[in-house]
């Protein structure tokens, strides 16, 4: 038989001090696409990192180090995001496409610019996507961030935010078409 | 003239999509997230790429759908950047707040 192994076997304060100095960057990085707001997020980071501290004898190396400290910094950060008061509730029908009465698209359609995976992941891309998703209304964004950005999968985010896996699926669905509707004057521009 | 043209156009995939086997746009729009992750039945599947075969405003939606996405899953890579941008006070901070 096993014994647990207690705190001081598993974890001394270097280890943990690796551990943060190793993990606060990209935890910072989970919490800002949640919040928008870098100050929030230092805030979500630390109160994650002291749970973290406190539970890393429940940590037994089943999943991996990183995918279990995800969970606690995404936790914290939806539940500073649900105190906030400036919530973005723009209404999201506009930004979704539009069907005639025979269930035809209306929406004028587009050919893409051919476009490099390298331009993609450039850094004018990317300022450009973060601006755009954060136009997004919060609860169509957060769904995008946590399965499409965070790699959540439907049933993780399902349970995150309280939601069915239905809803998930369907905001999911709406938030993409969303940011397809913002990036349309960037695509038809030849830039994405 | 070109309005006109796109209208008639419409009218005659309406009538188009309401063949036995065929979709709407419409019905296409509802596939797409299950069809991306690969969850549609096979029947249905079928369905939908025909018409995705017929229907060029389809088409390019899911093209610009699909680059949205690529797009949005690039933004991931700012980890790197941040990593040079953690503030000393910032880890100094959780090291003290942790046993609180
Ligand atoms: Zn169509």
């Known amino acids: 038989m096993i014994e647990p192994h207690s705190r001081s076997d598993t974890v001394s304060d270097l280890d943990f001090e690796e551990i943060v100095r190793g993990n606060t960057a990209w935890m910072v990085a989970v919490a800002q696409r949640i919040l928008k707001d870098r100050s929030l997020s230092e805030d979500a980071v630390q109160v994650a990192f002291s749970k973290i501290y406190r539970s890393l004898d429940g940590f037994e190396g089943r999943s991996n180090l990183r995918t279990w400290m995800h969970r606690f910094v995404v936790n914290e950060a939806l539940m500073l995001l649900r105190k906030q008061k400036r919530v973005n509730e723009r209404p999201i029908d506009p930004l979704l496409p539009e069907f005639d009465r025979n269930g035809c698209r209306v929406d004028d359609p587009f050919t893409l610019p051919i476009t490099s995976e390298d331009h993609l992941h450039s850094r004018q891309v990317r300022d450009i996507m973060k601006e755009k998703i954060e136009e997004l209304p919060d609860p169509y964004r957060i769904v995008l961030v946590l399965r499409d950005i965070e790699e959540m999968s439907t049933i993780e985010v399902a349970e995150a935010l309280g939601l069915s896996e239905a809803n998930v699926k369907v905001r999911l669905h709406r938030a993409r078409a969303a940011l397809k509707k913002l990036l349309e004057p960037m695509m038809r521009g030849g830039a994405l | ?100």
């Not at chain 2, 039945?41 to 790429?49: I, L, N, T």
């Not at chain 2, 797009?71 to 890579?77: F, Q």
Request: one cysteine or more; proline letters at 4%.
């Open chain 2, 1 to 100: 003239m070109k309005k006109a043209a796109q209208t008639l156009k419409r009218r005659m995939h309406g009538v188009m999509f309401r063949f036995p086997g065929m979709i709407t746009c419409n019905e296409f729009e509802d596939f797409i997230l299950a069809y991306l992750e690969d969850e549609l039945p096979p029947a249905r599947k079928r369905v939908f790429e025909l018409h995705l075969r017929v229907c060029r405003s389809c088409r390019l939606y899911l093209a610009a759908y699909k680059r949205t996405l690529a797009a949005a899953k690039a933004t991931r890579k700012d980890y790197d950047e941040l990593e040079a941008s953690v503030p000393e006070d910032l880890i100094a901070a959780i090291l003290a707040a942790k046993d609180s």
